[in-house]
């Protein structure tokens, strides 16, 4: 069956250190997206890719980057980790570039991350 | 801008009845979609139901259904015969059929009491 993976789970880092989650999708969608999901936010886009070397900022880019260098993957990076990036992280993919039949969003298992 | 409102932090149901979970958004679209995603303490987020704005029949899938006020942008999920797995957070969530991206409520936690 097709999925969608984020690795790893659970991360602890300290302030000021790189840490890239990585996501990958074997459903061979184009539109891939990070979310980030906060107690009182909801889930907040971060950053989407429309395809292969294609990326957007979302509403909370800043401190994040991503690279779509093939169809599959979608790495987030934190250049220098935060106190305030601590969240849960949600990778999510889908078919349709807008919603409509086929337009579902697909979600990973989401990956914790504590910054120190 | 889109925004999309869950005024219910928490909710508890006792098992086997019916519980209602509210939704408002605000949008200038005429076109659009709505959703109700699921997110046990597995973390996992699952689709529950759909629900086009063209289509003035609700949207329903098994035990859930929604009903959906366009003129009040308002989108409510049912939940009838309340099973112990329906314990979860459950985010309402707006699409734009012109863009791509998705705006989620601030979720609701539901608790299924035996």
């Known amino acids: 069956d097709a999925e969608i993976t984020q690795s790893p789970r659970h991360k602890i880092t300290e302030t000021g250190r790189q840490v890239t989650l990585a996501c990958h999708q074997t459903?061979?969608?184009?539109?891939m997206f990070w979310y980030r999901q906060d107690l009182g936010h909801g889930l907040r886009l971060i950053h989407y890719?429309?395809?292969?070397?294609?990326?957007n900022k979302g509403e909370v880019s800043d401190g994040y980057s991503v690279s779509r260098s093939n169809t599959e993957d979608l790495p987030l990076t934190l250049e220098s980790a935060a106190s305030s990036q601590t969240s849960v992280y949600f990778c999510?993919?889908?078919?349709?570039?807008?919603?409509?039949?086929?337009?579902?969003?697909?979600f990973g298992e989401g990956s914790r991350l504590t910054v120190l | 801008a889109q925004t999309v409102t869950q005024s219910q932090p928490e909710m508890s149901v006792q098992e086997a009845e019916t519980v209602t979970l509210s939704c408002t958004y605000d949008?200038?679209?005429?076109?659009?979609?709505l959703f109700w995603y699921k997110q046990p303490p597995s973390r996992q987020m699952i689709l529950v139901i759909r629900?086009?704005?063209?289509?003035?029949q609700n949207a329903t899938e098994n035990r859930f259904s929604v009903n959906f006020q366009k003129a009040a942008k308002s989108f409510s999920l049912k939940i009838s015969d309340s099973q112990l797995g329906d314990t979860a957070m459950y985010f309402c969530?707006?699409?734009?059929?012109?863009?791509?991206?998705?705006?989620f409520g601030t979720g609701t936690s539901l608790t299924v009491i035996p």
């Open positions: 999510a993919s889908r078919k349709t570039r807008t919603s409509g039949k086929d337009g579902e969003l697909f």
């Open positions: 459903w061979n969608h184009n539109n």
């Open positions: 890719s429309y395809g292969v070397q294609d990326t």
């Open positions: 949008t200038s679209e005429n076109n659009y979609y």
């Open positions: 629900q086009e704005a063209y289509k003035q």
């Open positions: 969530a707006f699409s734009p059929n012109t863009g791509n991206q998705f705006y």
